[in-house]
């Protein structure tokens, strides 16, 4: 298990990412799951593609059955396939997402044949297994230390939603502009820590959004995707600055960020750039 700071307090657990450390005993898979511990609570953020979450958790030593929140970044397979086999495990755990996360969502292909991505268990499913489900388009505090952004204004000319992904409106097919994109605000004696799933919403709007509520311009971490894998040099470039300017202290970018933008955070940060393959353990 690696820890990357040292101080007590409010602890992120990569459960479920890409790729894979040196933390033996763990699995990875395309998609993201992330413990939260916080006010002495323990709540998950995504569950992942498949169901390793609840592996690596018995891996890590967590239990699962602890978890009293599960917050849903958005509908995407590889952020709520596991939701269904974490229910089971935690049926009591409150869960929080945008009334669109459930949309059906898919992903067209460069052949122009549409995939289905979106979240493979239904709403239904899940109240059968006794799920408690809320919706909300607002920030939502989930304990003293822990809240989400709610929906993310978008104001950042270039931060456009990628036109592969769309959503279905009768017998129509629309770009998805992603209004479920939410992420975490964990705040600390440091500064917020934001905590997102891909920020499909553009991680400048997050930062943005975030900096509004909390009224700091100061970012003390960002970890999670950043769904910059297929951005230009350009829109990588605006972003560091950005997250240069914000004075953020650590950056855990992984899952869909991308190597380009790695690289461009690597040279920008230095050392403030940490690796956060699954198992990964942040104090904060």
């Known amino acids: ?16 990412e890409d790729t894979l450390g040196d933390t033996p005993g763990v699995q990875a898979e395309h ?10 609570r323990k709540g998950l953020f995504d569950t992942g593609q498949t169901g390793i979450a609840l592996t690596n958790a018995a891996a890590l030593g967590i239990c699962v059955e602890e978890l009293e929140w599960i917050a849903l970044s958005h509908g995407h397979y590889d952020h709520t396939g596991g939701l269904a086999k974490v229910v089971e495990r935690a049926p009591h755990a409150r869960i929080f997402a945008h009334p669109e996360t459930f949309r059906p969502k898919y ?27 809320e919706f909300h388009t607002n920030p939502v505090q989930l304990s003293e230390s822990v809240c989400t952004t709610g929906m993310v204004p978008r104001q950042t000319p270039y931060e456009k939603p990628a036109s592969r992904f769309v959503i279905r409106t009768g017998d129509r097919y629309t770009i998805d502009t992603f209004p479920d994109d939410l992420s975490l605000i964990v705040s600390t004696g440091q500064g917020p820590v934001l905590v997102c799933g ?9 930062i943005s959004h975030v900096q509004t509520l909390t009224g700091t311009q100061h970012i003390h971490g960002i970890f999670g995707g950043l769904h910059l894998g297929s951005a230009s040099a350009s829109r990588i470039a605006r972003t560091t600055h950005v997250i240069r300017d914000a004075e953020v202290t650590i950056v855990g970018a992984n899952h869909c960020t991308g190597t380009a933008a790695i690289s461009a955070f690597r040279e920008a940060f230095n050392d403030r750039l940490l690796p956060c393959p699954t198992g990964t353990v942040v104090s904060l």
């Open 1 to 16: 298990m690696r820890s990357l700071t040292d101080t007590a307090g409010i602890r992120l657990t990569v459960l479920v």
């Open 31 to 40: 998609g993201l799951a992330i413990l939260v511990e916080a006010d002495g």
């Open 107 to 133: 992903v067209r292909e460069s052949n122009g044949t549409l995939r289905p991505a979106g979240c493979p268990v239904s709403e239904e499913r899940l109240r059968k297994l006794g799920a408690s489900l």
């Open 198 to 206: 891909c920020a499909h919403a553009g991680i400048v709007n997050i």
